[in-house]
């Protein structure tokens, strides 16, 4: 079992609100990424964080921002919700940018 | 960006029987990665290959990294009902995107 921890476990919003995923790492894990796996499908890159900076980014719109913090703590956040949103994220964390990935429980997002 | 295919997409056999997936990308890889994921989990780590020609091996599960490191694959001798679950192949871009394939689900009867 990994370290990785994230919060909540399971959330339902509606299309439209705002959402806060929490994530924290692995100790001694400075980086950490999200993910957003449908379901059938494997996880999609959404970004990266380093040292409290974002690392690196994939194909998803500007509503998805995050932070990480001193503690090497993140947050995913999404704007303006739509029920195309509705997935596992899931937060990884890793010793440096081009390691293994160790991936928490992953939050059920479901967006009606 | 960097893309990877994965086959089979499913793999149904019965316990004790061998099972292989097979990740294909058309550019040379830097490394590739395996990860498991169970039904109603999340990945898990396996292994990572860098070398090309690589093969490591732990317990029954042999992971290979082909010559022009442009494919891999994982094989499992003998499965047993505790291989259940998606297995994936990923792969790091030059912005440290990890681009994960479709994944194999493997099943195993009894």
């Known amino acids: 079992e990994t370290g990785v921890t994230q919060s909540p476990t399971h959330l339902i919003k509606t299309r439209g609100q705002q959402v806060t995923l929490r994530c924290s790492s692995q100790s001694g894990h400075n980086t950490v990424s999200w993910y957003q796996q449908a379901l059938g499908q494997g996880p999609q890159f959404i970004f990266q964080?380093?040292?409290?900076?974002?690392?690196g980014r994939g194909n998803f719109p500007p509503r998805f921002s995050g932070l990480q913090f001193p503690n090497y703590s993140s947050e995913l956040n999404v704007n303006a919700l739509e029920l195309d949103d509705s997935a596992l994220y899931l937060c990884?964390?890793?010793?440096?940018?081009?390691?293994?990935?160790?991936f928490g429980q992953g939050t059920r997002l479901t967006v009606v | 960006g960097q893309q990877v295919m994965q086959i089979p997409q499913y793999q149904h056999v019965q316990e004790g029987e061998d099972f292989t997936t097979y990740c294909n990308s058309s550019?040379?890889?830097?490394?590739i990665q395996w990860y498991k994921q169970r039904p109603g989990g999340h990945p898990v780590f396996l292994i990572q290959l860098v070398k090309s020609g690589e093969v490591k091996k732990q317990k029954r599960l042999t992971f290979q990294f082909g010559e022009a490191k442009k494919n891999s694959s994982l094989h499992i001798t003998a499965t047993q009902t505790t291989d259940v679950g998606t297995y994936f192949c990923a792969v790091q871009g030059s912005n440290y995107k990890l681009t994960f394939g479709k994944g194999t689900l493997l099943t195993v009867n009894p």
């Open positions: 990884a964390s890793s010793l440096a940018v081009n390691r293994e990935a160790f």
């Open positions: 550019t040379t890889l830097s490394n």
């Open positions: 964080y380093y040292r409290e900076e974002e690392n």
